[in-house]
């Protein structure tokens, strides 16, 4: 295939509710849509995850759009690939960014997949039908709040719960959850709000039955994550902290995590969080797909690469709407007691809704290169 033209979509998303962890609230979502076009008309869609602030990682909105425009797409746009990955090669020598890259190789995957007349899924290697889903629930005001939550997915049949915690929103929380569901499957994400100094605090948490915590120290600290380890009953998850498959490598040599979410915005793209995968599964490490708050591009990307073998913990990937009032994609994603069915057709198995995706365009930009 030869990309020849990409129309970059600036998206605003109404949220049914807002999403708050220990660093801030998304009430709104803003992200890219690319719409990457190869040299036969082939069309192949993608997704930015990053949020307008750098509060998660490094990259905003912004900073994707920079990355695409003066360095990515001048780098693919009319190269001859044969495989999709194969953009990882073109990117090498641009650092980071993996949400930018991700965006677009994203589409290449979806391009390819529908040349070689196979779903996303099986380009991937992935052989399930149905994937299990969990429900990551933020802060809220209240306990009594969050328990009313927990309720109505436990009884929506999602497959596990994880609810965001914060010095000060921890072991009280958890208490209260588990006083009222002692045998629901449940996890902590901390998103780096502690440090080697509340070791007590987590401690604590092991107390509590959790299928793991996520995150709890910084993002760039896998050597305080492995002392961490060695004091903790309850797995560690990283989140921030695996960018790639060395990452992933290094924690599991250092014993930093039990298990690795695995995000394709955060690992740069689909090539990239493969290669997690099956690192993981060589080395005993259970991995799941993490979530981003995305629309429907990326939500099909994330259901797709959840299909492959070793995503055996419930990922992140709640139905449409659960965040959305209209999703952009036909027909929208359905949770069914705790499951996905993943499409069997061609290409993602989802058709962006472009009189939905026109109404929430705010800009939209061409390029031929
Ligand atoms: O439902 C989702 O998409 C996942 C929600 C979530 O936990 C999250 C949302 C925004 C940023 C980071 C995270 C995270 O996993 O840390
Ligand atoms: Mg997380």
Request: charged share 25%; net charge negative; with cysteine.
């Amino acid at each position: 295939m030869r990309i020849e033209e990409i129309t970059i979509r600036h998206l605003k998303m109404p949220m049914k509710a807002p999403f708050t962890t220990s660093f801030g609230t998304v009430a709104e979502k803003e992200l890219l849509l690319l719409e990457v076009k190869d040299a036969s008309g082939t069309i192949g869609w993608g997704e930015t995850v990053a949020f307008v602030a750098p509060w998660y990682t490094e990259e905003t909105l912004k900073t994707t759009w920079h990355m695409l425009e003066d360095f990515l797409m001048p780098a693919l746009l009319h190269k001859d690939i044969a495989h999709p990955d194969e953009v990882s090669a073109l990117f090498a020598t641009i650092r980071r960014n993996g949400m930018a890259k991700a965006s677009i190789e994203g589409a290449v995957w979806d391009i390819y997949a529908q040349q070689t007349k196979q779903s996303l899924a099986h380009a991937l290697g992935g052989s399930k039908d149905l994937i299990d889903v969990g429900i990551s629930v933020g802060i809220q005001s209240s306990t009594d709040k969050l328990l009313e939550l927990i309720k109505v997915y436990v009884e929506k049949g999602y497959k596990r719960v994880k609810v965001k915690i914060k010095p000060g929103y921890d072991v009280e929380v958890i208490r209260a959850i588990r006083a009222v569901f002692p045998n629901l499957p449940l996890m902590a994400d901390a998103n780096s709000a502690y440090t080697l100094n509340d070791i007590e605090v987590l401690q604590q948490l092991d107390a509590f039955n959790l299928l793991m915590i996520e995150q709890p120290l910084a993002a760039d600290d896998i050597i305080d994550h492995a002392k961490l380890q060695k004091q903790l009953k309850t797995p560690i998850c990283l989140d921030e902290s695996i960018t790639s498959l060395e990452d992933a490598r290094k924690a599991i040599e250092l014993g930093s995590c039990g298990v690795i979410n695995i995000k394709i915005g955060r690992v740069g793209g689909i090539t990239e969080a493969k290669k997690i995968h099956d690192y993981c599964q060589q080395h005993a490490i259970p991995v799941w797909c993490g979530g981003m708050l995305e629309a429907g591009i990326g939500r099909a990307h994330n259901i797709a690469l959840t299909a492959l073998s070793n995503f055996v913990l419930p990922g992140d990937t709640a139905g449409s709407s659960h965040y959305w009032y209209e999703d952009i994609v036909t027909p929208e994603i359905v949770v069914e007691d705790g499951h996905i069915r993943v499409p069997q057709s061609i290409g993602i198995g989802y058709q962006p809704n472009l009189e939905i995706i026109d109404k929430l365009t705010i800009s939209k930009k061409v390029y031929k290169g």
